[in-house]
């Protein structure tokens, strides 16, 4: 494991440690979380965020909500838990791995529910819930990097956005899962990683992670990554993604759109890397995804200081959505969707146990 | 005159009053440069830049060089001047109006000197030169402003990249020129302004220089441009040059070449705005243009503070080149040169009086 990027702290009583990524890199400390309001300011501050990392953050902020005293009944466990799932659903609009991960619990405590009248066992099918869904994230991540690495030969050059990797994840990341796995069987690869403006999560989170795992990364601020891909220097580009369409359109860390164009402009293959927790089989094409609009001080003031003008307008959106036709492939934990279609999407989602 | 970025400030033995861009947007002082060493720190730090506006200063510059007592011979004025201008061309290596502006002041400088051998003639004749220069960019600046104003429709929206304001010529701008001119000419015009990374031109220059002028910017993440075009918010795209090629290629701030094919894949018009002074016609193609690399810590620490892990390697070249291929346009003070090729670059260079 790269970084212990959030995990559950003790038994039924205990809480979530998640790492504070807003210090990084200067500062790597640990929070502990122990209430619903806590988690949710916490996704909120991007103390946690990448979209699989935002799903098991969710699920044990379910089982926050739902601890309390034993003896409660079936009702009042359920109660509690769909209220926490209510008020984490508010936290952040565009990950849908966060509205999934809701779901799956808002449906094991129900089951639970049906069950029998006693609240201790609903608590327990949540817990055990929520450790499903963060022991699964980090076996999806790793059949991520399986199947990602195929794609990579020794010696070659990847260019990431954003931070898709163990930080935003429960283990290896999506994106930069490949490259991890790639390292163990002994191919060199190096990373061009784009700062990722406006909060820098390519410089903080992705160049940190990639050093700690010793493998050599060159930040370049986000206006490069055209000029690195026009000098021949990269081989291949991985990102995440956010929500993806049932069309393969990606909604991912704003500037990824433009990373795809410059992609194909240069003839570099385009890769998504994401779980099939991340598809939104509901949405025909990415035109329906929600796109957070963030604060402007994160673009006048995102380095502590102020950068622009007082009374400046500003347009911050969090996220864009490449097109399909931009997208060489999907690597999911059931293979590559290769140069993606509705059909191709629907039918990896099946393979994957989800209705499309 | 939306700022007065540089001035000559007094007669003979005078010295350059320029806006010290390096503390803008939140002070607005005036540097007072008076030797050549000063300036060619002021060029290296870009408390002076812009293509255009580096020329003035290194023109003014070689006149700072060439002061001194009167009643020297034609030849220490004129060694003072060349020794001047040698160490004034080791200031920055890729805008190219430095060079020629350099050029003229020799050729003015010998040709004095030619005619007898009184040094206060030749100190004269730089001095003109070096004004004649200063004037010439004030009136290219307008008709760069006119010709490209006519591509400009009331109620249109333009994106820019960095600053080709006024902020970096002594007058209008070239980027920014047509904007200027089309709202004297009762145009509403919006502008998007990339705050264009590594050192924020366009949130520190170009957001400032808009507001003061009145016209309606809104600043955004270089990752961004992208998004806002594929929104449709976007009419067409103006930036400057600081180089450019016999063949149309255009050397411009790191992040231009994104733009170009972000505009294209969009459907939006790319115009590059840039005085005659700013090609090069010793260069078949873009390829052979010097790129200047800058110090990493423009990217890891610019913002007053470390954004990035110690140890991670930085790439930080601070041009790139676009093709002519993606320019719809160079907007120079002879007209438009549409879909530039060589024999139409060559075309406007003669119609400049510049031979090709």
Redesign the interface.
């Known amino acids: 494991v790269p970084v212990e990027t959030i995990a559950w702290q003790g038994g039924h009583a205990g809480h979530v440690r998640l790492i504070e990524q807003t210090l990084l890199?200067?500062r790597h400390e640990v929070l502990e979380v122990k209430s619903v309001p806590a988690m949710v300011d916490a996704i909120k501050r991007l103390a946690v965020r990448g979209a699989p990392a935002i799903g098991v953050a969710a699920a044990f902020g379910v089982v926050l909500g739902a601890q309390g005293r034993t003896g409660r009944t079936a009702r009042e466990v359920l109660d509690s838990a769909l209220a926490a799932a209510d008020e984490l659903a508010r936290s952040r609009p565009t990950a849908v791995n966060l509205f999934w991960a809701l779901e799956r619990m808002r449906a094991a405590g129900r089951r639970a529910a049906e069950r029998g009248p006693d609240g201790d066992a609903v608590f327990a099918a949540l817990f055990d819930e929520s450790a499903a869904i963060h022991r699964e994230d980090r076996e999806i991540c790793r059949r991520i990097g399986q199947f990602g690495a195929e794609l990579l030969r020794d010696g070659q050059t990847v260019l990431t956005?954003c931070n898709a990797g163990g930080l935003a994840t429960a283990d290896y990341g999506t994106a930069l899962a490949p490259i991890y796995v790639a390292s163990e069987q002994k191919k060199r690869i190096a990373v061009?990683a784009?700062?990722?403006?406006?909060l820098?999560q390519g410089?903080?989170l992705t160049?940190?992670e990639l050093?700690q795992a010793g493998i050599?990364?060159?930040?370049?601020?986000?206006?490069?990554?055209?000029?690195?891909m026009?000098e021949g220097k990269i081989d291949a580009v991985f990102v995440g993604a956010d929500r993806i369409a049932r069309n393969g359109d990606v909604c991912n860390?704003?500037?990824t759109?433009?990373v795809a164009?410059?992609a194909r402009?240069n003839g570099v293959p385009f890769y998504c890397c994401a779980p099939l927790s991340t598809f939104d089989p509901t949405l025909a094409d990415g035109s329906q995804i929600p796109i957070e609009e963030r604060a402007p001080e994160e673009?006048?003031e995102?380095?502590?200081?102020?950068?622009?003008?007082p009374?400046?307008?500003?347009?911050?959106?969090a996220f864009?959505?490449t097109p399909a036709r931009l997208v060489s492939g999907i690597v999911t934990e059931v293979g590559v969707i290769e140069a993606p279609t509705t059909a191709k999407v629907e039918a990896a989602l099946r393979a994957g146990g989800r209705s499309a």
């Not at 784009?194 to 406006?198: A, H, I, L, Q, V």
């Open positions: 890199p200067l956005h061009y784009d700062e990722t403006r406006p820098l410089a903080r160049a940190w050093l050599e990364c060159t930040l370049i601020t986000d206006g490069m990554a055209g000029r690195v026009f860390k704003i500037g759109y433009s164009v410059l402009e673009v006048t995102g380095f502590g200081r102020r950068t622009a003008p009374g400046v307008r500003v347009y911050n959106p864009d959505v």
